[in-house]
């Protein structure tokens, strides 16, 4: 997918309204320049961001409940905003987005700021386990842990309705297969958009 087809997909996939999109080009635009200051994502992806990062956040909303009103999504690990910031770009969930390391901190809450978007867009700076739990409609993960330690650490977030979204790339169905049976069974595996080899765990529960 090249930087044009991601943005095109964007935009006919989401009718992004103008104001959004200029958020979202912001947000691409304080990446890159903080890219210069701290490793927020490899340099190799660096030159394919709207395929790689935005458009690869962006597609788990095709899995996602709708986005109604105070419904709240939990994103663990959100490092340089991927999936959390996009989709609080994106919708009006109430975005909580986990990240211990205070410069990672520091930048997202820049961003939050600069677009706008703190109304529903949270920082929880601290390690997931120290954590007080509350229940999230849906849990994301792109790359916080491997599935036998994400699971545990983060259940206690879900009820029977959360949506799982984990992105596990070429390791979707070997970190699957990893997990108890009785967990197996809560999550499927879909094919990403910006990689065929990829998979996305999707599961209910």
């Not at 964007?10 to 903080?34: G, I, M, N, S």
């Not at 910031?85 to 390391?101: D, F, K, W």
């Not at 386990?129 to 259940?155: G, Q, T």
Request: proline share 5%.
């Amino acid at each position: 997918m090249t930087e044009d087809e991601a943005q095109a997909w964007l935009q006919e996939e989401f009718d992004v309204p103008r104001e959004t999109w200029e958020r979202l080009e912001l947000f691409v635009a304080l990446l890159r320049d903080e890219m210069q200051r701290q490793n927020l994502i490899s340099k190799a992806s660096a030159d394919s961001l709207w395929g790689r990062h935005v458009v690869d956040s962006a597609q788990l909303l095709r899995y996602a409940p709708d986005p109604t009103a105070g419904k709240i999504w939990l994103d663990l690990g959100t490092g340089a905003g991927f999936p959390g910031i996009v989709i609080a770009l994106l919708t009006p969930y109430h975005v909580h987005m986990v990240e211990s390391r205070k410069r990672r901190c520091e930048f997202l809450n820049e961003v939050i700021d600069r677009t706008g978007i703190s109304n529903h867009a949270t920082v929880i700076a601290d390690r997931l386990e120290n954590i007080d739990s509350f229940p999230a409609d849906v849990i994301s993960a792109r790359a916080f842990a491997p599935l036998d330690r994400l699971i545990p650490l983060s259940h206690r977030f879900s009820t029977e309705n959360t949506v799982w979204l984990l992105p596990k790339g070429k390791n979707a169905v070997r970190e699957l297969k990893g997990l108890s049976p009785k967990r197996q069974k809560m999550f499927h595996v879909e094919h990403s958009l910006t990689n065929p080899d990829a998979g996305i765990l999707v599961g209910k529960g």
